[in-house]
């Protein structure tokens, strides 16, 4: 059983940066392939960004790649997302999730999910 617990969000301006971390309980961490998504109003949740277990390989949507950086601390049980250069378009709830499986973009592969963080991009 793995509980996450993501923080950071907020309201900035486009062009602007924000930084996500998503901490994790229990000592299996790092034997979880993580995930951001999120989802905006009215919308499906969409993948964002993953990163494998040990943080050597990452993929991310084609929507924010370049802009958006996904990282982990196996040592602090911590995921990040660095998003910058955003733009109202990312506007959205923004969730972590732990998985089993390399490679998934989609939601039923990944076990467990965080209640959540809000971010707002004005124009």
């Known amino acids: 059983q793995v509980q996450l617990v993501e923080s950071g969000g907020g309201l900035v301006q486009a062009g602007g940066s924000l930084r996500l971390s998503c901490a994790a309980s229990?000592?299996?961490?790092?034997?979880?392939?993580m995930g951001w998504f999120r989802q905006a109003p009215g919308k499906e949740r969409e993948f964002v960004a993953a990163?494998?277990?040990?943080?050597?390989?990452?993929l991310y949507a084609d929507s924010v790649k370049g802009r958006f950086a996904i990282s982990r601390d196996n040592a602090k049980n911590t995921v990040y997302l660095e998003m910058n250069s955003l733009k109202p378009d990312d506007t959205a709830v923004y969730y972590c999730a732990a998985g089993r499986y390399w490679g998934h973009t989609t939601t039923p592969q990944y076990d467990y999910w965080g209640q959540g963080t809000q971010v707002t991009v004005s124009s």
């Open positions: 990163i494998n277990w040990s943080g050597g390989t990452t």
């Open positions: 229990g000592p299996t961490f790092s034997s979880y392939v």
